[in-house]
């Protein structure tokens, strides 16, 4: 074993920004492969290997699973997605509701941002009727 490229799971941890308990799990249910042991049984850890776990925090903010994580990360970095179409379209299909869920926040920040201009919390017009109150709820 080559001790240049190896990381202690101390090490490891602050690179990928994972405590090392979580490092530990990710090896249990099988999201990283068994980290190889020194003489005295400390893991360590590859460069790939921290690269793998920068992967899962990046999917992770995505919302995606660990369970949904799996396949991609049994499928090597230089893999082409299209030989693999069903994780290709599971991909796809994660996209659209990330996209969504971009689309949802973004009507959230506009009316964030209107509400500021016009330093009032209450629509101008009944959300539900569409009729003109000025102020919603003034005279009503």
């Known amino acids: 074993m080559n001790d240049t490229e190896l990381f202690s799971i101390k090490e490891t941890s602050e690179q990928a920004g994972l405590s090392e308990d979580t490092i530990r799990y990710y090896e ?6 068994r980290a190889e042991r020194k ?3 400390h893991r360590v850890y590859r460069p790939e290997d921290i690269q793998t776990m920068k992967l899962i925090t990046c999917l992770k903010k995505t919302g995606m699973s660990l369970e949904e ?4 990360l049994q499928m090597s970095m230089d893999s082409d997605l299209e030989d693999f179409p069903n994780e290709r379209e599971m991909l796809l299909n994660h996209r659209k509701k990330i996209e969504a869920q971009i689309a949802s926040l973004q009507q959230i920040v506009d009316f964030i941002d209107e509400k500021m201009e016009k330093r009032s919390m209450f629509p101008d017009e009944c959300p539900i009727t569409g009729e ?9």
């Open 132 to 140: 003109n109150h000025g102020v919603y709820g003034e005279g009503v």
């Open 39 to 41: 003489a005295n049984r």
């Open 28 to 33: 249990k249910i099988g999201l990283l492969p």
């Open 69 to 72: 994580m799996k396949p991609y």
